[in-house]
């Protein structure tokens, strides 16, 4: 890590029911306590529940975010959740391109790029998401998808909207898997990214860009991922919902 900020997400899926939402975000923020302050922490509970953990949320400087937000920010468009709705209930970030949304819905790059823009244009923080699937790295072009994601997300922002935004490199065959890529492998991904930064905007911006790495981070391998000089934290989905691993892992990016 540097002296960036670390970043930690919990991306909570489409788990849990109202009450036990709540519950956990009580024993979140009394968990991770004073770690909040060196380190971000978000919140991403499914959109019904949205308010509730926000209003759990208040005060303890732990943010809140939405899964997913429409490229729209209002207008005919149903059964989505425009930018503006999640700014409108206390959020303040968007995950955008999860892997489980690319693959299981077909969202195209250019409808990623059209999320990450509509989501600034609401001043929430995209969590831009990337990664490769398994039969991409055993085709030996795991870095060129990646690229080419990060590219088409970030098309046309300026410096400043990239300045503002994370991007979360997550291999897919690491998600809900239990396998985790080594600190090495993601360490090239991450350091790939932020030379792409470079090139794209420049050197300062791109050292100052949080790029976290997600796929079955959990307390016991968190502190090694986290120490790879360009893995600035993490975007944890299973663990996030066990209150103690959670905070464990907040903890791991705080001394990393
Ligand atoms: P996982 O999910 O931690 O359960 O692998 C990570 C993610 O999907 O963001």
Redesign the pocket.
Same mark, same amino acid.
């Given at each position: 890590m540097s002296n960036r900020r670390p970043y930690v997400g919990g991306?909570w899926?489409m788990h849990g029911e109202l009450a036990g939402a709540v519950e956990v975000t009580d024993n979140v923020a009394a968990a991770i306590g004073e770690a909040a302050e060196a380190v971000e922490v978000t919140l991403f509970p499914p959109f019904p529940y949205l308010q509730a953990v926000g209003d759990a949320l208040r005060q303890c400087g732990i943010g809140l975010g939405g899964q997913d937000c429409s490229p729209h920010l209002e207008g005919a468009h149903t059964g989505q959740t425009s930018p503006a709705m999640i700014a409108d209930l206390g959020g303040s970030a968007a995950l955008i391109g999860?892997s @489980?949304r690319r693959n299981e819905l077909g969202e195209p790059d250019a409808l990623i790029a059209a999320k990450t823009r509509a989501a600034l244009a609401a001043s929430l923080q995209p969590v831009v998401c990337v990664g490769e699937t398994m039969g991409e790295r055993e085709a030996g072009i795991a870095l060129q998808v990646v690229e080419r994601q990060v590219r088409a997300a970030l098309e046309g922002l300026s410096g400043a909207q990239v300045g503002t935004s994370v991007l979360a490199y @997550?291999p897919v065959w690491?998600? &809900?898997?239990g396998i985790t890529a080594t600190p090495d492998d993601a360490q090239s991904a991450h350091s790939m990214i932020r030379s792409l930064l470079g090139e794209l905007y420049d050197d300062e911006l791109a050292d100052s860009v949080r790029i976290i790495y &997600? &796929?079955?981070?959990k307390a016991a391998n968190a502190a090694e991922l986290f120490s790879a000089p360009d893995v600035d934290g993490g975007?944890?989905? &299973?663990?996030s919902l066990k209150v103690d691993e959670f905070a464990s892992i907040c903890r791991a990016a705080v001394s990393a």
């Open positions: 991306n899926k999860h @489980e @997550e690491a998600i &809900g898997t &997600g &796929g079955s981070v975007l944890i989905g &299973g663990a």
